[in-house]
């Protein structure tokens, strides 16, 4: 991973930490980042931030999830929600997962998703 990469995830990680713990995959981050890159390299912590402490359900959703789903235990996980509420259909398409692991976090938003 490149700097800005790294600096991004690690920004992300560190807002996460704030309010649970992860479990931390490097491995599946570097995948997201690769999809994602483009998209979120403007993400800086005051918006990461603003965005998690707007909506503390989502907080409350990913405590309560975060040990049932590999990706609501990664702290990526904020970027994702992000994502998803400003760009679903291209979060949908450039997804490099399962579409059942996408599902619960459009639900989460109140955005419907139809995996085709």
Do not use: C
Not at 1 to 14: F, G
Not at 40 to 59: E, H, P, T, V
Not at 60 to 86: A, C, F, H, N
């Amino acid at each position: 991973m490149e700097k800005e990469d790294h600096q991004i995830l690690t920004l992300s990680r560190n807002i996460y930490e704030g309010f649970t713990s992860s479990r931390y995959n490097e491995r599946l981050s570097a995948y997201f980042i690769d999809s994602f890159l483009e998209d979120i390299k403007n993400y800086d912590r005051d918006k990461i931030l603003s965005f998690i402490q707007s909506r503390s359900d989502l907080q409350e959703r990913i405590m309560e999830r975060k040990d049932k789903s590999l990706i609501i235990g990664q702290p990526l996980v904020i970027l994702l929600y992000m994502l998803i509420e400003q760009m679903p259909n291209k979060v949908k398409k450039l997804w490099p997962l399962t579409p059942s692991e996408l599902q619960p976090l459009f639900n989460d938003l109140g955005i419907a998703f139809d995996p085709d």
